[in-house]
């Protein structure tokens, strides 16, 4: 079975810097989907970033990219330029792309961010 | 596009009752997921719709739960005798392709 490990509870950022979250997993597949998504005090899990296995190319959506390294397992999120906004729960997740449940998304624990003004 | 929408926001039930949530999602999408989320946890599965079918439900669904989703419309979760470790979000997803899922916010549920 798959897991994701989000190693930070909690991270702060003040206002237009930089902030990384960290995320690693473990399969033993070689083709899946990752993801980021963003879960502010609204509750709604907003997509923000996917990243295809495949796909040796960070995504980038924005101010948002990814550091995907897959022999290390890792895929961490860069946010830019913070704003207020991005005060969330941020959830990493691992969809696998193939067999049965190709359609299941495994979560990490979360990671709160804070941006600070 | 509306959105996933999903009722109510929040429940509070005694334990022994039963509920029953909705989710509607966005149209066109066929495929409906459940998903549910205890604090400090990441949402776990539930359960997964395609059209009308329930393809698969997680070993976490007990007796006590059942979902349908009859036309492959909208989407119903219903717990019967619910019990204090019921307590947790219950988020409805849609999709029309299986890596882009639309998330609604969630029906909060207290069992006192």
């Known amino acids: 079975a798959q897991t994701v490990t989000q190693s930070q509870p909690e991270m702060s950022v003040q206002e237009a810097e930089t902030v990384t979250l960290s995320c690693t997993y473990d399969?033993?597949?070689?083709?899946?989907?990752l993801f980021w998504y963003k879960q502010p005090p609204s509750r709604q899990m907003i997509l923000v970033i996917r990243?295809?296995?495949?796909?040796?190319q960070n995504a980038t959506e924005n101010r948002f990219s990814v550091n995907f390294q897959k022999a290390a397992k890792s895929f961490s999120l860069k946010i830019s330029d913070s704003q207020l906004g991005d005060t969330a729960m941020y959830f990493c997740?691992?969809?696998?792309?193939?067999?049965?449940?190709?359609?299941?998304?495994?979560f990490g624990k979360g990671t709160l961010l804070t941006v600070n003004p | 596009d509306t959105g996933v929408s999903q009722d109510p926001r929040h429940k509070i039930t005694k334990r022994g009752q039963n509920v029953t949530f909705r989710c509607d999602p966005i149209?066109?999408?066929?495929?409906l997921y459940w998903y549910r989320q205890t604090l400090g946890q990441g949402p776990e599965f539930l359960t997964y719709?395609?059209?009308?079918?329930?393809?698969?439900k997680s070993r976490l669904l007990s007796d006590r739960f059942s979902a349908e989703r009859p036309k492959g419309s909208f989407s119903t979760l219903e717990i019967q005798r619910t019990e204090q470790g019921d307590s947790a979000m219950y988020l409805c997803?849609?999709?029309?392709?299986?890596?882009?899922?639309?998330f609604g916010s969630g029906t909060q549920l207290s069992v006192l």
């Open positions: 997740a691992f969809m696998t792309h193939q067999g049965g449940s190709n359609y299941k998304l495994t």
């Open positions: 719709f395609q059209n009308e079918a329930q393809l698969e």
């Open positions: 149209s066109e999408h066929n495929r």
């Open positions: 399969t033993s597949e070689s083709n899946y989907y």
């Open positions: 997803a849609s999709s029309l392709v299986r890596e882009k899922l639309f």
């Open positions: 990243q295809e296995a495949y796909k040796q």
